[in-house]
């Protein structure tokens, strides 16, 4: 095979491996919306913390300023529900939702997600970062989710 | 030659979009963790009210947000909760007088910015016997004439802050006296 030909198969290659990564784009829509490239349990144990408190508002009044206190804005907050959502501008943008709900009659799961430069955040480190922040703020041990 | 030349630029072209791919989402370090200015940044954006009616202040934070032109997003009473935004023009006469020297100077066109998006919530807490804690937190979204976006920051200026609270007490004051 001369040179020549050897670059046109080459740009042929180039050219459809282009072509086929347009047509299959960034995944398929519903690839996109129900996303599960971590399993549900790992990807639930490293966004959960529980923490040893009954006291629904008194925890979601310390997630508020824990977020404060790492430079988010809250944008909404629900005591019905238990969310709070908030974004975070600091040349780059991170938006955050923690959510808590009750397990047994003296425990709350804490659970937050990050989405950063269009794909959520699945690395541990951030998440590990944000609960010793809350901790912090509620004077409670955090404990893994079991 | 051109083959080869084309090749090369296809082959750049297919690693830089590999390299970007659909987003990544590895976090700045640090991003979620508090930092030495944490202290010194919840001092800056807090004050303490001598009431423990936090609906009160809740409704002067809101009466006040609308005085500074803020559209009100949401609010939540239980949490102690009012935010807001609102769209502004972000030009400035220094990038202008850069932006016509350097289209007279060298003949090329940069872009100023244009619009700016300034956001803030207000979080009100109780903090012990007959006493609240407000804290505020303002940022911003600026774009360019092209629609990009050129800044997105934290707004943590001491004097901003001070106003802000000054304006706030007022907006107590006003209320209490229903005015």
């Not at chain 2, 200015?37 to 800056?44: G, N």
Request: charged share 20%; net charge negative; hydrophobic share 45%.
């Amino acid at each position: 095979m001369s040179l020549t030909r050897l670059n046109h198969f080459a740009l042929w290659f180039v050219s459809g491996l282009i072509a086929f990564a347009i047509w299959t784009g960034c995944g398929s829509a519903s690839a996109k919306v129900l996303e599960t490239e971590h399993g549900q349990v790992e990807l639930r144990s490293i966004q959960s913390r529980v923490y040893d408190t009954s006291d629904k508002i008194f925890l979601l009044h310390a997630i508020m300023a824990t977020m404060q206190d790492l430079g988010f804005v809250i944008d909404d907050a629900n005591d019905v529900i238990g969310t709070v959502s908030g974004t975070k501008m600091d040349r780059y943008a991170v938006e955050m939702t923690v959510s808590v709900r009750m397990r047994g009659e003296s425990q709350y799961v804490v659970r937050a997600n990050a989405e950063y430069n269009r794909a959520a955040v699945t690395d541990a480190q951030p998440y590990q970062d944000f609960f010793n922040a809350l901790s912090k703020s509620l004077f409670l041990t955090a404990h893994e989710l079991e | 030659m051109l083959n080869n030349y084309l090749l090369y630029l296809i082959s750049l072209g297919l690693a830089v979009a590999i390299w970007t791919g659909c987003g990544s989402a590895t976090l700045p370090k640090d991003a979620l963790s508090t930092g030495a200015r944490t202290v010194q940044d919840r001092q800056l954006q807090s004050r303490y009210f001598e009431t423990a009616d936090i609906e009160t202040v809740l409704i002067a934070s809101a009466q006040l947000m609308q005085d500074m032109g803020f559209n009100l997003e949401e609010a939540e009473e239980d949490l102690g909760l009012v935010t807001g935004d609102k769209l502004r023009d972000a030009t400035h006469a220094g990038q202008q007088i850069g932006k016509f020297a350097a289209a007279a100077l060298l003949g090329v066109y940069v872009p100023t910015d244009s619009d700016q998006r300034i956001r803030l919530s207000i979080v009100i807490a109780p903090a012990g016997e007959g006493r609240c804690k407000v804290r505020a937190t303002f940022q911003r979204v600026i774009w360019n004439e092209y629609g990009q976006i050129t800044k997105m920051e934290w707004l943590n200026n001491a004097e901003l802050y001070q106003n802000f609270f000054f304006a706030l007490s007022k907006s107590l004051f006003l209320e209490a006296h229903e005015i």
